[in-house]
């Protein structure tokens, strides 16, 4: 880019925004440029680019000043909540990162069970206050460092409490979306005057699901600026805990129960997440491994290899486990629960562990995971700092996860541990979640790499899960595929299509290259 072009829009920025607010300092751009994870995996796409100017927006106005500046420069923007993983970053040069972290007011509305956000507001902020009103929003996946807003509207927003508060893109109610031609368009009950946030489609037709797609469109179809989502009871006083990280000193919640479960055998535990979910008892479930529990019991990669060779959770936790988590109204309704609970386990093959099983640390870390989601990101990442995992991640029924999609998977990830091209944690590692009280499951397998290490390939696993995949027509990354794998696409091209249409001179638009991925998998080889 011209040096003139791009310091004619800088002086627009800093009119705008104010000097303090936008950068074009190498040092502040180099760090909105590197982040682990898949896109160190070098399959001959570059996933990342400096982007030329970082700005700050802290209102509506700035965004759309923002937008009407790149616009006039030829400039591209993205915007980012907390920036959790690379395509919160520049995927595409000329890029102007919005860091939105200005904007983080959150207004709490209780006694009509929703709340409304802004990007910044993390997961835990949202938790935390929420509570202290008695009621909790729905926690997403990521851990209590990422955005609600941003998996409700641009990412996919499942966790461990999806079970009883579903996941964030069905949680959505009014939206405050600023579109690419820098226009305000109000979503749900939001769009009619007078009608405040309280409802996700008001009058007409309802456009949430072009908002994000199947699985959300990492923000690259404007900017999203508040979101109210739905809120659910919480029984007891607010959680807390005293201390510092990574353990801390943790109290017992009234009416509450809390265990881990392993399974020996896939039939049986998918036929225990069926009755689990149709009794309509559990509040928290997540499904982790020996590798990720060591990961998460460890304060240093020294620790967590000499955990490793010890082999105590591995030994205990061999085939993954569950940890599982209710909170009642009354101690009739936790005992009624817990009875249930323990039918369904012991009818279906199940062995039920205290978390007090490996001391302290372990209640700490299941507790902390069941109310906040705490430890999820410190188990995907330690000790390798990046993560990736052996397709397909996905969202069906259980029985196409366990049966079909796992051992894909699992099959993917043995070939490429066998020639150090991944860690070798452990052979299953997957994180799975039943979704609300139903028959659907979350998984993503996870793998840990190193993406530096010259035998680092952790993109040929994803593909050769990929390919396997579709060839018995599974979903990928989430979403159910067409009933034909030549149809892929299809997901991905009716994004396009709405991307092209609220975006007509292509300010965006470049940001997702369409003939590039399909690519990675032509149809003639599938």
Same mark, same amino acid.
């Given at each position: 880019?011209?040096?003139?072009?791009?310091?004619?829009?800088?002086?627009?920025?800093?009119?705008?925004?104010?000097?303090?607010?936008?950068?074009?300092?190498?040092?502040?751009?180099?760090?909105?440029?590197?982040?682990?994870?898949?896109?160190?995996?070098?399959?001959?796409?570059?996933?990342?680019?400096?982007?030329?100017?970082?700005?700050?927006?802290?209102?509506?106005?700035?965004?759309?000043?923002?937008?009407?500046?790149?616009?006039?420069?030829?400039?591209?923007?993205?915007?980012?909540?907390? $920036?959790?993983?690379?395509?919160?970053?520049?995927?595409?040069?000329?890029?102007?990162?919005?860091?939105?972290?200005?904007?983080?007011?959150?207004?709490?509305?209780?006694?009509?069970?929703?709340?409304?956000?802004?990007?910044?507001?993390?997961?835990?902020?949202?938790?935390?206050?929420?509570?202290?009103?008695?009621?909790?929003?729905?926690?997403?996946?990521?851990?209590?460092?990422?955005?609600?807003?941003?998996?409700?509207?641009?990412?996919?927003?499942?966790?461990?409490?999806?079970?009883?508060?579903?996941?964030?893109?069905?949680?959505?109610?009014?939206?405050?979306?600023?579109?690419?031609?820098?226009?305000?368009?109000?979503?749900?009950?939001?769009?009619?005057?007078?009608?405040?946030?309280?409802?996700?489609?008001?009058?007409?037709?309802?456009?949430? +699901?072009?908002?994000?797609?199947?699985?959300?469109?990492?923000?690259?179809?404007?900017?999203?600026?508040?979101?109210?989502?739905?809120?659910?009871?919480?029984?007891?006083?607010?959680?807390?805990?005293?201390?510092?990280?990574?353990?801390?000193?943790?109290?017992?919640?009234?009416?509450?129960?809390?265990?881990?479960?392993?399974?020996?055998?896939?039939?049986?535990?998918?036929?225990?997440?069926?009755?689990?979910?149709?009794?309509?008892?559990?509040?928290?479930?997540?499904?982790?491994?020996?590798?990720?529990?060591?990961?998460?019991?460890?304060?240093?990669?020294?620790?967590?290899?000499?955990?490793?060779?010890?082999?105590?959770?591995?030994?205990?936790?061999?085939?993954?486990?569950?940890?599982?988590?209710?909170?009642?109204?009354?101690?009739?309704?936790?005992?009624?629960?817990?009875?249930?609970?323990?039918?369904?386990?012991?009818?279906?093959?199940?062995?039920?562990?205290?978390? =007090?099983?490996?001391?302290?640390?372990?209640?700490?870390?299941?507790?902390?995971?069941?109310?906040?989601?705490?430890?999820?990101?410190?188990?995907?990442?330690?000790?390798?700092?990046?993560?990736?995992?052996?397709?397909?991640?996905?969202?069906?029924?259980?029985?196409?996860?366990?049966?079909?999609?796992?051992?894909?998977?699992?099959? $993917?990830?043995? $070939?490429?541990?066998?020639?150090?091209?991944?860690?070798?944690? +452990?052979?299953?590692?997957?994180?799975?979640?039943?979704?609300?009280?139903?028959?659907?499951?979350?998984?993503?397998?996870?793998?840990?790499?190193?993406?530096?290490?010259?035998?680092?390939?952790?993109?040929?696993?994803?593909?050769?899960?990929?390919?396997?995949?579709?060839?018995?027509?599974? +979903?990928?990354?989430?979403?159910?595929?067409? $009933?034909?794998?030549?149809?892929? =696409?299809?997901?991905?091209?009716?994004?396009?299509?709405?991307?092209?249409?609220?975006?007509?001179?292509?300010?965006?638009?470049?940001?997702?290259?369409?003939?590039?991925?399909?690519?990675?998998?032509?149809?003639?080889?599938?």
């Amino acid at each position: 880019m011209q040096s003139t072009i791009l310091q004619a829009a800088y002086t627009e920025f800093v009119e705008a925004l104010g000097a303090g607010n936008v950068s074009i300092d190498p040092g502040i751009i180099e760090s909105y440029t590197y982040m682990n994870g898949l896109a160190q995996g070098g399959i001959g796409l570059q996933w990342m680019y400096r982007p030329v100017a970082v700005t700050l927006p802290g209102s509506v106005e700035d965004v759309q000043a923002i937008i009407e500046i790149c616009g006039k420069y030829g400039l591209i923007f993205k915007a980012h909540s907390t $920036a959790w993983w690379f395509m919160a970053l520049a995927t595409c040069p000329k890029t102007v990162i919005l860091d939105m972290r200005r904007m983080n007011n959150l207004e709490i509305h209780a006694e009509d069970l929703y709340y409304i956000t802004e990007p910044y507001v993390t997961v835990g902020e949202s938790h935390i206050e929420c509570m202290r009103q008695g009621v909790i929003p729905h926690g997403c996946g990521a851990g209590p460092n990422a955005s609600n807003l941003a998996s409700a509207t641009s990412m996919q927003g499942t966790g461990g409490s999806s079970v009883r508060t579903s996941m964030n893109e069905r949680n959505v109610l009014a939206v405050e979306w600023i579109t690419p031609t820098g226009e305000v368009l109000k979503l749900g009950s939001l769009n009619t005057p007078g009608a405040g946030w309280f409802c996700g489609d008001g009058p007409g037709p309802s456009l949430r +699901g072009m908002m994000r797609g199947a699985v959300g469109n990492n923000g690259y179809n404007g900017v999203f600026t508040r979101v109210a989502l739905k809120l659910y009871p919480w029984y007891g006083p607010p959680y807390e805990a005293k201390g510092g990280p990574p353990f801390f000193d943790t109290q017992e919640i009234p009416n509450s129960y809390l265990r881990y479960v392993v399974w020996s055998d896939f039939e049986q535990e998918a036929d225990a997440l069926y009755q689990l979910g149709e009794a309509e008892i559990i509040d928290y479930n997540n499904r982790w491994a020996s590798g990720a529990f060591t990961g998460a019991m460890s304060t240093s990669n020294q620790e967590y290899l000499e955990m490793v060779k010890k082999g105590d959770y591995k030994e205990k936790f061999g085939n993954g486990f569950w940890t599982f988590f209710m909170h009642a109204p009354s101690q009739r309704a936790i005992e009624y629960r817990i009875k249930v609970f323990e039918k369904i386990v012991a009818n279906t093959g199940g062995t039920i562990y205290h978390c =007090m099983l490996f001391g302290k640390r372990s209640y700490e870390i299941a507790i902390q995971n069941a109310v906040f989601g705490m430890f999820i990101g410190k188990a995907a990442y330690m000790p390798t700092s990046a993560n990736t995992g052996a397709l397909p991640m996905t969202y069906e029924t259980i029985d196409q996860c366990y049966k079909h999609a796992l051992p894909i998977s699992l099959a $993917a990830k043995e $070939a490429w541990t066998s020639t150090d091209k991944i860690l070798n944690e +452990g052979r299953d590692n997957c994180y799975v979640c039943i979704d609300e009280d139903g028959h659907y499951v979350h998984i993503e397998h996870a793998a840990l790499v190193e993406p530096w290490e010259p035998l680092s390939e952790p993109i040929g696993a994803i593909l050769l899960g990929t390919a396997n995949a579709l060839k018995n027509n599974l +979903g990928i990354m989430y979403m159910p595929l067409h $009933a034909s794998p030549k149809d892929m =696409m299809i997901y991905q091209k009716q994004q396009v299509k709405i991307q092209q249409l609220l975006d007509p001179t292509g300010k965006i638009t470049n940001h997702i290259n369409l003939k590039a991925f399909e690519q990675l998998m032509p149809e003639e080889e599938i």
